[in-house]
């Protein structure tokens, strides 16, 4: 079974930066797209960055400039560094997967693996 583990979320005062980690495991063939979603409280998740497997990035215009995707195909992980924090970044943040998976019932293509969140609060 794929799970994607998140770290690195916290608080921190506006202009301030933080990077968040999410490593993919179990029964992995390959991944695709890798990236991160946020929900604010009462709003829709949104599209935050989004790395394919061959390096083509894409932003949400409210974080292009301010936030950076990485990945590292060995390790399955991805990064999203924070920086130029504002109070409207505050959300939970969910990295997800796109890709192939084996299990013990047989192996599957085109799923979409989610974290469990992590909480970003930008506040003084």
């Known amino acids: 079974q794929v799970q994607l583990v998140e770290s690195g979320g916290g608080f921190v005062q506006p202009g301030g930066s933080l990077r968040l980690s999410c490593a993919a495991s179990?029964?992995?063939?390959?991944?695709?797209?890798m990236g991160w979603f946020r929900q604010a409280p009462g709003m829709q998740r949104e599209l935050v960055a989004a790395e394919s497997s061959g390096g083509t990035t894409n932003y949400a215009d409210a974080v292009q400039g301010r936030f950076s995707i990485s990945r590292d195909n060995a390790k399955n992980t991805v990064y999203l560094q924070m920086n130029s924090l504002k109070a409207e970044d505050t959300a939970v943040y969910y990295c997800?997967?796109?890709?192939?998976?084996?299990?013990?019932?047989?192996?599957?293509?085109?799923?979409?693996?989610w974290g469990q969140g992590t909480q970003v609060t930008v506040s003084s």
């Open positions: 997800y997967a796109e890709g192939d998976h084996c299990s013990d019932n047989g192996c599957y293509r085109g799923y979409t693996y």
């Open positions: 179990g029964g992995i063939v390959s991944l695709n797209s």
